[in-house]
């Protein structure tokens, strides 16, 4: 991409004229997995904030402004990454059900996780893009942190497919 470049296939830089070399660090990853149960089951589950401590275990508490769920609807989530206490207002920029859905905060450093849901074969293909600038806030090394995150996120995206997987599938 011209004005990025990549840094071990997780952390990208992007031009900024406060850093040395005028490059500002940033968090970028994917992650994804197929979980055997139907489209509209997954994306209700998943875009439900109520839900996310039941499959994320970093997350404490995640309270909506709404509900239902939809563009515009905040999330107050109460969290721990790495060691740290994390309150985390955030808000849903983009809802298409049962197709995608995007979550955007601030703080404590900006981050976008964009959800995509897609049928494939019985099941739902989930994937997860995360895209973030932590700066100072968390002293490692981009590279360092983007592992890290990628495989606590990746872990947590598992434990959803098996608690949807072990569910008893609903009457059709």
């Known amino acids: 991409m011209p004005g990025q470049r990549a ?3 997780n952390a990208l830089a992007r031009p900024c004229s406060r850093h040395q070399g005028g490059l500002k660090p940033m968090v970028k990853f994917e992650i994804s997995t197929h979980i055997n149960r139907p489209v509209a089951e997954v994306f209700k589950y998943m875009a439900d904030p109520t839900k996310l401590p039941e499959w994320n275990s ?3 508490e995640a309270t909506p402004s709404e509900t239902p769920v939809r563009a ?3 999330v107050q989530t109460r969290a721990r990454f790495l060691g740290r206490k994390i309150e985390s207002p955030s808000v849903v920029s ?3 059900l049962n197709k995608r859905f995007t979550q955007k905060s601030e703080k404590p450093f900006p981050l976008a996780i ?3 849901f897609e049928s494939e ?3 739902t293909k989930v994937v997860a893009v995360f895209d973030g600038d932590p700066g ?3 002293k490692l090394g981009e590279p360092i942190l983007a592992r890290i995150a990628k495989k606590q996120f990746q872990a947590q995206l598992e434990t959803a497919k098996e608690l949807l997987e072990a569910q ?3 009457e059709r």
């Open 72 to 74: 515009g609807t905040k």
């Open 94 to 96: 983009e809802y298409e």
């Open 58 to 60: 970093i997350v404490e």
């Open 7 to 9: 840094y071990d296939g």
């Open 136 to 138: 100072g806030f968390f």
């Open 121 to 123: 074969g019985d099941g």
């Open 168 to 170: 008893v599938p609903a």
């Open 114 to 116: 964009s959800n995509t």
